[in-house]
């Protein structure tokens, strides 16, 4: 089954030809109708305004059905771990639940956020994985407890439409937030950042690191297609020279099963990005998935200056999962 979960089964070409695929749909030069008669679920287990609205738009202008479902919401809770005994809260298995899925609608799109318990469970994404295994139509992956690939791909299209194919200096730093926020994103953009052949920096404060294997798999990425990867634990270092900042939160793994754990005060002024640390750029772009608290993780003069491309990048979103439903679809 040929399913969407992360970037990381995709070749360089593959996601360049995604990419040009979106870039058509962008420009209104593809044909609509790919999804003409079928229907697409799209399965939110957790809040969203970008991926349910640009989901739900890609399948409608595509000429499909979208059908949203929300477990334990308007649809019956759902469990997936295997042999358990339900006596408890949830009332449906995703054996089930999947399979009957798969039976009406031609791929299913799924949300589902790590629960930050068990750090050890939760980076193999394990709900992410049954939808996979069930499945017997295309899953694609809108943002799990360790990739969000439709993010990464919108923030690649966004990249290129300022540059090109030109390789840059990307940096990807962490920013202080209020709570503990799972790493799909950081995680997503560091790959395809790699992917692309692009320098990445990632700067974080000491022992925010992202996943070792993760890590690993980046900087093979990296060398594969003549970029570079460099981690610095300096908050202002990675500015320097940068043509690419992208910004955003995330916990650690020792944060995981402590629900009271929260970033260290100090943090938030060291660490938010502003007019300052934008000026140490190349004139870099600004990006950021959103949702984005203003003067938290960026200042309100980063995030409405002129090489803030954030609204672009949501945009893309829309344009990038219509790449995608059509190749999974075809
Ligand atoms: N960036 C993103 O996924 O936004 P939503 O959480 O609003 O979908």
């Not at 609608?105 to 394990?126: C, H, Q, Y």
């Not at 709900?127 to 996979?132: D, E, G, N, R």
Request: proline share 5%.
């Amino acid at each position: 089954m040929n399913h969407f979960l992360s970037t990381a089964e995709l070749s360089r070409d593959d996601l360049g030809s995604l990419l040009r695929s979106a870039a058509q749909y962008k420009a209104g030069r593809r044909q609509t109708g790919e999804l003409a008669g079928r229907s697409v679920a799209l399965v939110f287990l957790n809040p969203s305004l970008r991926t349910r609205a640009s989901m739900q738009i890609a399948v409608y202008e595509l000429g499909g059905n979208p059908v949203l479902i929300e477990p334990g919401a308007t649809s019956w809770s759902i469990e997936y771990r295997e042999n358990v005994v339900m006596d408890s809260d949830k009332t449906e298995h995703l054996a089930e639940f999947v399979r009957v899925l798969s039976r009406y609608v031609s791929a299913i799109g799924v949300r589902t956020f790590a629960e930050m318990k068990n750090w050890e469970l939760e980076r193999t994404d394990p709900v992410l994985s049954a939808f996979a295994r069930y499945a017997t139509v295309p899953v694609i992956n809108l943002e799990s407890a360790m990739h969000h690939p439709c993010q990464s791909l919108a923030d690649m299209l966004t990249i290129r439409e300022r540059y090109g194919e030109e390789r840059k200096r990307v940096l990807l730093t962490w920013a202080w937030h209020p709570k503990a926020l799972p790493m799909a994103v950081p995680n997503s953009f560091a790959l395809a950042a790699a992917q692309c052949g692009h320098d990445l920096v990632i700067a974080h404060p000491d022992g925010y690191g992202l996943d070792p294997e993760l890590m690993h798999a980046i900087g093979t990425h990296a060398e594969l297609n003549g970029g570079s990867v460099e981690v610095v634990n300096d908050p202002e270092k990675g500015f320097e020279g940068a043509d690419v900042v992208y910004a955003k939160s995330w916990a650690p793994p020792p944060f995981y099963g402590r629900p009271d754990a929260v970033h260290s005060a100090e943090q938030r002024d060291k660490w938010i990005v502003n007019a300052d640390k934008m000026a140490l750029t190349a004139n870099g772009v600004f990006l950021h998935c959103l949702p984005v608290r203003r003067n938290v993780i960026a200042t309100d003069e980063v995030l409405d200056s002129p090489n803030s491309l954030i609204i672009d990048e949501a945009e893309n979103r829309l344009h990038v999962q219509k790449a995608i439903l059509a190749s999974l679809v075809k």
